[in-house]
């Protein structure tokens, strides 16, 4: 037992400063080392089982064990130990044993109960067994063992025996693939009525790990929970260990997780939120999505609002003041014919005589034209001008220069008299002159 225990010290001792190492599941594992096995402590429920002097210790390699992980929580191994020892209870000793059997693990680092990348990877046991020891010729006939315990059930020992195991064992994984393994499990002989030739035994060696990693996935997507960063949702792998494993429902390489818009469409500069007409505003804060409108975008016309054109508002003209004739009355009411812009010969007359005041006068003037309301605004606009471009020329041919006279046409605006009746009408079909001011 003084050997196992200087074992243990010393491999501590070699690996301890890598303590911080972290745990990789792998589905092969060797452990090999050195063990030990106590008769004595059998009779009671560890009876004497930290009493040091009851072990029989046999140094390393004494030991092996093979193992392949099935899944999170179980593995299967075969092991062997083998070497001298002594039976202090029958006084029987230095006799070569062999312990091989087979057996089934349920690992506590399973996820459930801790966690699969934990350094401290404690284990359950069970194991069959061949077991071979040189007790032939043994009888138990009434004899007594070394704490005078009578041992009498007549029946006579041999050297090969059929064995069960039960126990507990602990790993801990100071790097990725190596580590230390602790092992202690009861030995149980079914063919013997007594417990003279049962045993515990302790083991104590370093493990190794190797081969691929056992892949548990929960939402079996094909990426390993220890390197999915979604394991309870169906994803995709990537080489980002930030997004390895998680879903982009839409396949705008946005993932779910940080995308605003998970089932649309969209780009990555707005978290995954489509943008269909360009304008920089996502369709779902756009109250037009389908018309480009950047945000504080304006022209003459119109303001951009929340992705929509807002037109500006047109400014008021302020009304045109025709002031009364005050230089030529007898020039304030040529008239016209009904959609005609030639001069009456009441107009003509009227033409004659403003042509001499405007000699004697001198000066500038306003040739004004109007019109009825019957038509359309451009249509009647166009109208007033030409009835007021006619007396113009009638002044011009009657010896006024023209840059004394300018036109201004106001269609149907300012009418007056009402244009509602025939003579209403008459009287806003008229050109004014004025003297400019």
């Known amino acids: 037992m003084k050997k196992l225990l200087l074992t243990a010290v010393a491999l501590i001792g070699l690996f301890g400063n890598q303590a911080q190492a972290q745990n990789t599941t792998k589905k092969w594992y060797v452990s090999t080392g050195a063990h030990a096995v106590n008769h004595n402590s059998v009779r009671g429920m560890f009876d004497q089982f930290f009493v040091t002097d009851n072990w029989s210790a046999v140094p390393p390699p004494s030991q092996l064990t093979i193992a392949r992980t099935l899944n999170s929580s179980f593995a299967v191994d075969v092991q062997a130990s083998i070497g001298e020892v002594d039976n202090f209870r029958l006084n029987h000793n230095n006799e070569f044993m062999s312990l091989v059997g087979a057996g089934l693990r349920y690992k506590l680092t399973n996820g459930y109960i801790l966690n699969e990348e934990s350094w401290f990877d404690p284990y359950l046991r069970a194991g069959a067994n061949f077991y071979r020891h040189p007790y032939r010729g043994i009888h138990f006939d009434g004899g007594q063992d070394v704490e005078g315990e009578i041992m009498g059930n007549e029946q006579n020992a041999h050297n090969n025996f059929f064995a069960v195991s039960g126990g507990a064992g602990i790993n801990f994984w100071i790097w990725q693939k190596v580590g230390l393994n602790i092992e202690t499990q009861y030995v149980w002989v079914p063919a013997m009525e007594s417990d003279y030739i049962d045993f515990f035994q302790v083991k104590a060696g370093v493990a190794f790990r190797f081969g691929e990693k056992v892949c548990k996935d929960r939402d079996k997507d094909g990426v390993c929970d220890d390197e999915d960063a979604c394991p309870d949702e169906p994803g995709i792998r990537t080489e980002d260990p930030r997004t ?167 269609g149907e605006k300012h009418p007056k008299c009402t244009n509602d009746t025939d003579e209403g009408r008459a009287c806003n079909r008229r050109v004014v002159v004025l003297e400019k001011y």
């Open 244 to 410: 390895n494993g998680c879903p982009d429902k839409d396949k705008d390489g946005v993932f779910d997780f940080e995308d605003a818009c998970p089932d649309e469409f969209g780009l990555v500069e707005f978290q995954g939120c489509p943008d269909r007409d360009g304008d920089k505003i996502i369709d779902k804060d756009d109250k037009c999505p389908d018309e480009a409108c950047p945000e504080g975008f304006e022209t003459g016309e119109y303001t951009c609002e929340q992705g929509c054109k807002v037109e500006k508002p047109k400014p008021i003209e302020p009304p045109v003041v025709i002031p009364d004739p005050v230089v030529i009355p007898e020039f304030s009411n040529v008239l016209f014919e009904y959609n005609k812009s030639e001069l009456t010969v009441d107009g003509k007359a009227s033409a004659k005589i403003a042509a001499e005041i405007i000699k004697q006068k001198g000066g500038n003037y306003f040739v004004d034209g109007f019109a009825d309301s019957i038509g359309s605004d451009n249509y009647n606009m166009n109208l007033s001008r030409k009835r007021a471009e006619a007396v113009r020329q009638a002044l011009i041919a009657e010896g006024i220069k023209p840059e004394q006279l300018e036109v201004r046409a106001f």
